[in-house]
T-cell receptor, first 115, second 108 residues
Framework: DVKVTQSSRYLVKRTGEKVFLECVQDMDHENMFWYRQDPGLGLRLIYF???????EKGDIPEGYSVSREKKERFSLILESASTNQTSMYLC??????????????FGSGTQLSVL | GIQVEQSPPDLILQEGANSTLRCNFSDSVNNLQWFHQNPWGQLINLFY???GTKQNGRLSATTVATERYSLLYISSSQTTDSGVYFCAVSSNDYKLSFGAGTTVTVRA
């Protein structure tokens, strides 16, 4: 089975701190994604990456950046955390659009609280 | 973007009952997936089903792409089926749009 691992289940940070959320997948997937999930707003795509060092903005990229230096690792960076970034952050991966196998697999999530 | 509507928003079932969840979408899609989010927040992929019918144990799904809807069937429901079921669609292979979900509660 695909395993998508997020480094922390719960995280508490202060306003203005730089925050790193790490995600690792073990199935050699080409594509990786960062979503946030908020009550009443559902799941929204922040950024995704379809190859090493490649990234594209999703629906809500403001206030976030990403890094993908290795195929298996995709990091989400909050340059200066704000209280409106308190949320559940979900990392996901999928194989490759070209194979037609695009099932999305999620990590267990990181609940981030910014105080 | 594509609009995704799921119905009903909430569903309460007695253990052993069958149910149908619906997902309507506003444009043609080439990617449609169903997910189950358990009470601990983990999202599990149930089906990748841009068209046709698939079955996996007590769950099955049907997508009628030409009519822009998909159905998820739960048969002989169990308490472990409780959680939120999401439908997600895309027309460009990677940027999935999620519906608001159907919250299912199965009572023993």
């Amino acid at each position: 089975d695909v395993k998508v691992t997020q480094s922390s289940r719960y995280l508490v940070k202060r306003t203005g701190e730089k925050v790193f959320l790490e995600c690792v997948q073990d199935m050699d997937h080409e594509n990786m994604f960062w979503y946030r999930q908020d009550p009443g707003l559902g799941l929204r795509l922040i950024y995704f990456s379809y190859d090493v060092k490649m990234k594209e903005k999703g629906d809500i990229p403001e206030g976030y950046s990403v890094s993908r230096e290795k195929k298996e690792r995709f990091s989400l960076i909050l340059e200066s955390a704000s209280t409106n970034q308190t949320s559940m952050y979900l990392c996901a991966s999928s194989l490759d659009f070209r194979t037609g196998d695009e099932k999305l697999f999620f990590g267990s999530g990181t609940q981030l609280s910014v105080l | 973007g594509i609009q995704v509507e799921q119905s009903p928003p909430d569903l309460i079932l007695q253990e052993g009952a069958n149910s149908t969840l619906r997902c309507n979408f506003s444009d043609s899609v080439n990617n449609l997936q169903w997910f189950h989010q358990n009470p601990w927040g983990q999202l599990i992929n149930l089906f990748y089903i841009p068209s046709g019918t698939k079955q996996n144990g007590r769950l099955s799904a049907t997508t009628v792409a030409t009519e822009r809807y998909s159905l998820l069937y739960i048969s002989s429901s169990q308490t472990t089926d409780s959680g939120v079921y999401f439908c997600a669609v895309s027309s460009n292979d990677y940027k999935l749009s999620f519906g608001a979900g159907t919250t299912v509660t199965v009572r023993a």
